[in-house]
Antibody, heavy 119, light 111 residues
Framework: EVQLVESGGDLVRPGGSLSLSCAAS????????MHWVRQAPGKGLVWVSR????????NYADSVKGRFTVSRDNARNTLYLHMNGLRAEDTGVYFC????????????WGQGALVTVSS | QTVVTQEPLLTVSPGGTVTLTCASS?????????PNWFQQKPGQAPRPLIY???DRHSWTPARFSGSLLGGKAALTLSPVQPEDEAEYYC???????????FGGGTKVTVL
């Protein structure tokens, strides 16, 4: 069974930093792209970033470019999102999502980690 | 900044048919935008329904179908069931910026 479990969500002050982790199981993590998607309270979904299976390709939404860094450890089956310069508008639930591994994209989602940016 | 537009609200009767659309500010969509559709109910993570324009995931009921219609991506529900009441989001890929953009969502009410 494919499972994605996010952790690291917290309350952080504006301008602060936070790192999220996503532990993957039930599939060959090293063969799949991975995404981060976020959702502000009561708002819609926003794509944040993606990373190729071997980390050779990484892309970001303009809203986080230069502040967020995505990375992965294929030996530990773990995806990371390092967030710097956090703003109130970064508040929301961050979902870890499985990308393509030769087939469907965005097919499995974690339950999300809540990040709150507030003074 | 690319904007992806969906109808904010649609109402449909049980057993009826409803079509949701997804348009891009960049112009007509093609299969190279790899339209995806997701269903989300309150308090839950999004549930994937359709990928690559019209491919269903293994768990997606046959009453959900995806297509390209007049330069837009479309999701058709037929026949609609009461449990289909939810928010629906489309997601598009833009090769030029190597980025994905979600639509604002469509709230489907079944009355």
């Amino acid at each position: 069974e494919v499972q994605l479990v996010e952790s690291g969500g917290d309350l952080v002050r504006p301008g602060g930093s936070l790192s999220l982790s996503c532990a993957a199981s039930g599939f060959r993590f090293s063969s799949y792209w991975m995404h981060w998607v976020r959702q502000a309270p009561g708002k819609g979904l926003v794509w944040v970033s993606r990373i190729k299976d071997d980390a050779a390709t990484i892309n970001y939404a303009d809203s986080v470019k230069g502040r967020f860094t995505v990375s992965r450890d294929n030996a530990r089956n773990t995806l990371y999102l390092h967030m710097n310069g956090l703003r109130a508008e970064d508040t929301g639930v961050y979902f870890c999502v499985r990308g393509p591994g030769g087939g469907a994209d965005f097919d499995y989602w974690g339950q999300g980690a809540l990040v709150t940016v507030s003074s | 900044q690319t904007v992806v537009t969906q109808e904010p609200l649609l109402t449909v009767s049980p057993g009826g048919t409803v079509t949701l659309t997804c348009a891009s500010s960049t112009g007509a969509l093609t299969s190279d935008n790899f339209p995806n559709w997701f269903q989300q109910k309150p308090g839950q993570a999004p549930r994937p329904l359709i990928y690559s324009t019209g491919d269903r995931h293994s768990w997606t009921p046959a009453r959900f179908s995806g297509s390209l219609l007049g330069g837009k991506a479309a999701l058709t529900l037929s026949p609609v069931q009461p449990e289909d009441e939810a928010e629906y989001y489309c997601l598009l890929y833009f090769r030029g910026t190597q980025s994905w953009v979600f639509g604002g969502g469509t709230k489907v009410t079944v009355l």
